[in-house]
């Protein structure tokens, strides 16, 4: 069994009048698990950083550009059967201030939503959790969750 690490999460949100939005992408038909909701998702190129990849994914999933990013204080996981791996994947999150979206062939819809809508829609406890930690931090100020931001 071997560790890998060739995927990314970023987490794109805006603030509103109501807080925190997240914005999510609904998995196109001919996409690995059809219908389901999630971030902005990708593959490390051999070429790149992990936060390179999800600075180009977010762009090409939804044409936008984040105002600020960061490294979010969170790895996620699981484990993958068919080759023994356990795969680790960064997590990154990317405010916006446009809200003009331009989907992929990736994803058919998109949707803001508010924390609690976004945690009954991800499907795996790590994106939920990973939801939830950049509130805490964004809303509630809470320091002792270490964001490193990437300046763009």
């Not at 794109?12 to 999630?38: A, C, D, H, T, V």
């Not at 971030?39 to 490390?44: A, E, L, Q």
């Not at 204080?73 to 791996?85: D, L």
């Not at 979206?101 to 991800?122: C, F, G, M, N």
Request: net charge neutral; aromatic share 12%.
């Amino acid at each position: 069994m071997k560790l890998i690490s060739n995927l990314i999460e970023a987490h794109i949100f805006r603030e509103s009048k109501n807080g925190i939005e997240f914005l999510l992408l609904k998995r196109s038909e001919g996409q690995p698990y059809p219908g389901l909701w999630q971030m902005v998702t990708g593959k490390i190129k051999s070429n790149e950083k992990a936060y390179q990849t999800a600075l180009r994914e977010i762009k090409e999933e939804t044409g936008l550009t984040p105002v600020q990013f960061w490294v979010a204080p969170t790895v996620n996981s699981f484990y993958e059967p068919i080759g023994e791996n356990i795969c680790l994947i960064p997590v990154f999150a990317a405010r916006v201030e446009s809200d003009k979206i331009k989907l992929s062939s990736e994803h058919t819809e998109y949707q803001w939503v508010d924390k609690s809508t976004a945690q009954k829609l991800l499907a795996w406890e790590g994106q939920r959790k990973a939801v939830q930690i950049i509130e805490d931090y964004f809303l509630s100020e809470k320091s002792f969750l270490h964001f490193v931001e990437i300046k763009i």
